[in-house]
């Protein structure tokens, strides 16, 4: 057994993945990139002598010692946005193995298990449902309701599974998440918080309320040359006033309640450069400070969408296909891990919901984030210095080693 170097293993992925048209990388849950991504987890795993297990959700468990109540958990996720970058989830899966490593190469014996999980669909990419793995596990989302959810192919989450290995009727909550008594989740910074400081690594205190809404419009299909601009009822150009209006509310938002609104994604059908649409579908990912500024946001972006309906001659149906509170991590847990890495280390918000985020309502979470220089993420551009990430997995060691039981090793 020999000690692994984060860098290395990010390495070893580099070129699974890779989006030839987007740049970066598109590795979508249960497709053959996020597989080959899992087959390379459970290989490092086990060579670190770790019990690797796939969940009823599809969620990949690693464990070192018997799973019972009181282990610690780490991880992150592989699955990516489309033409993601190379660090987003990636960096903490990679993270925890390293640790792992560098805790066995020192002879650190936990006194209570510790379990490196690989969070299923986290981003949402495939099934538009963001943190599925962890949320279903939770008994936050009934499996019901997501079974049905289909992808761009038009295949169903419960097929998908399927055919990775998963019965989907057991998906739903999950006892082994009882066995957590901590997470920490170590993930590349989303943001500049850390660019202009010394730091390398802080500790998160909370994550905005967010969630992602289907706006569809439907209007009259027709040909494009044959039908007067008076006599329309196009979808497309209520869609276009929509986008810019969900950017003018969450603009026009108390700069404290920290409101954005974001349409990254439309579908016109029937898609035709010469045919007035039918419909007109944008996602909304839209959030805030707290529940009730995310509320009030989506109200705002709704009551415009009606009103914009309306003059273009069409009809508009909101529908909510993930919306999670806001977070705020444990304050316990999160001065144990100042303690463990430095006092001095700095505390920082984020914008961007994770896996961390949902297991908060059941047991104490936190998270460390690795400098990004640029602050770009969910782009090609997303970046860490090798010394960064090797100083994210230092300080991940340290936590560790301390929430299981014994004194922490340097990486």
Do not use: K
């Amino acid at each position: 057994m020999s000690v692994l170097d984060v860098v290395d293993l990010l390495a070893e992925i580099s070129d699974i993945g890779r989006d030839a048209a987007r740049g970066g990388y598109s590795r979508r849950v249960f497709e053959s990139p996020e597989r080959e991504l899992r087959a390379w987890f459970t290989r490092h795993a086990e060579a670190l002598e770790l019990d690797v297990s796939t969940d009823r959700n599809g969620n990949l468990w690693a464990w070192w010692g018997e799973p019972r109540p009181g282990a610690v958990g780490t991880g992150s996720h592989l699955d990516s946005v489309p033409g993601g970058g190379a660090y987003d989830g990636p960096l903490g899966v990679a993270s925890a193995l390293a640790a792992v490593s560098w805790l066995r190469e020192t002879g650190h014996r936990p006194a209570v298990p510790l379990a490196v999980v690989v969070f299923a669909e986290e981003e949402g990419a495939r099934f538009g449902s963001a943190c599925l793995g962890s949320r279903l596990s939770v008994g936050a989302v009934d499996p019901v309701s997501v079974l049905g959810l289909l992808d761009d192919r038009g295949v169903a989450l419960a097929d998908a599974a399927a055919e990775a290995g998963i019965d989907p009727t057991g998906m739903g909550a999950d006892p082994t998440v009882n066995e957590l008594s901590s997470f920490v989740e170590l993930h590349v910074e989303q943001g500049v918080g850390l660019a202009d400081t010394p730091h390398a690594v802080a500790v998160a205190t909370g994550i905005l309320a967010h969630g992602r809404w289907r706006i569809r419009f439907t209007g009259e299909g027709n040909h494009a040359g044959a039908t007067r601009m008076e006599d329309r009822r196009d979808p497309v150009v209520a869609a276009a006033r929509l986008v810019l209006d969900a950017r003018d509310l969450a603009a026009a938002g108390d700069a404290e309640r920290s409101t954005r609104a974001t349409v990254g994604r439309v579908e016109f059908i029937p898609g035709g450069t010469n045919v007035i649409a039918s419909t007109a579908t944008v996602w909304a990912d839209c959030r805030a400070e707290d529940d009730d500024a995310l509320a009030d946001l989506v109200r705002a972006v709704s009551i415009a969408a009606d009103a914009i309906a309306s003059v273009e001659g069409c009809t508009v149906e909101v529908t909510a296909e993930s919306v999670s509170p806001a977070v705020v991590f444990d304050s316990g847990l999160r001065e144990r891990i100042a303690r463990a890495i430095g006092d001095d280390v700095p505390a920082l918000s984020t914008g961007a919901g994770h896996d961390a985020g949902v297991l908060a309502a059941r047991i104490p979470t936190a998270m460390l984030f690795v400098r990004n220089p640029n602050g770009v993420s969910h782009a090609p551009s997303e970046s860490a210095s090798d010394e960064d990430c090797r100083a994210g997995v230092d300080a991940l060691t340290r936590v560790l080693a301390d929430l299981t039981g014994a004194e922490a090793a340097s990486a």
